[in-house]
């Protein structure tokens, strides 16, 4: 267990919907970071936040947005599904804002999203 | 760009044969290289890492020299374990540290 919690573990869903993921740090981490798993892409960087604000970003898409709360918990919200959306969509943290070398990602399980 | 290329699989092995998967890079600059798995139904965790060339990163049995020259970081272990099966994942950082991108994954299965 690697701390890191995300909520739902299974989302279903019809194209041309809105969905929101959930991602809770481990306790004392500061970044989280999101991630994008799927069959034809692979596992790809969509976004980091550190202590509530942007730090880096990746190959997220104009309808996908999130966002990190004062709690440090963070959402991502993806919007105007397409069928490609479907995908296991991880999220991670580390402690601290800087490089990826340098600070250790944790990853969560996952949540598996189905778009129909 | 920076991408990264690793060897296709499934990849099936007995129990205490030689491992390796080869992983291959393309970057500018001076990037960091990883080596995540991932078993069934759990999220990725890191197996070691390398930061500058020559590094050679080891953990579990496991290792991964950084080699600039042919632009590798190939995983090796000596000896594989059924517990060893699952999906290895070959990840560079960009050298300004902001970019992180995953190869495809090798999965692995170790018969008895």
């Known amino acids: 267990d690697s701390g890191v919690t995300q909520t739902p573990k299974h989302l279903i869903t019809a194209t041309g919907q809105r969905v929101t993921l959930r991602c809770s740090p481990r306790?004392?981490?500061?970044?989280v970071y999101w991630y994008q798993q799927s069959l034809d892409q692979g596992l790809q960087f969509l976004i980091q936040?550190?202590?509530?604000?942007?730090?880096a970003k990746g190959n997220i898409l104009e309808r996908f947005s999130a966002q990190q709360f004062p709690d440090l918990h963070s959402e991502l919200n993806l919007s105007s599904l397409e069928l490609g959306d479907s995908a296991l969509y991880f999220c991670?943290?580390?402690?601290?804002?800087?490089?990826?070398?340098?600070?250790?990602?944790?990853f969560g399980p996952g949540t598996r999203l189905t778009v129909l | 760009g920076n991408s990264v290329t690793q060897m296709e699989g499934p990849v099936t092995l007995s129990e205490e044969a030689f491992l390796t998967i080869n992983c291959t890079y393309t970057?500018?600059?001076?990037?960091?290289l990883f080596w995540y798995v991932q078993y069934p139904g759990e999220g990725l965790q890191l197996l070691l890492k390398?930061?500058?060339?020559?590094d050679k990163g080891s953990n579990k049995g496991f290792e991964a020299t950084y080699r600039k020259e042919t632009t590798s970081f190939h995983l090796e272990k000596g000896s594989v374990q059924v517990s060893d099966s699952a999906v290895y994942f070959c990840?560079?950082?960009?050298?300004?540290?902001?970019?992180?991108?995953f190869g495809t994954g090798t999965s692995l299965t170790v018969i008895p």
């Open positions: 991670a943290s580390s402690v601290g804002s800087g490089s990826f070398s340098y600070n250790e990602q944790f």
């Open positions: 306790s004392g981490d500061l970044s």
């Open positions: 936040y550190y202590n509530g604000e942007e730090r």
């Open positions: 970057a500018t600059g001076y990037p960091s």
């Open positions: 390398a930061t500058k060339a020559d």
């Open positions: 990840a560079l950082s960009s050298d300004t540290g902001n970019q992180f991108y």
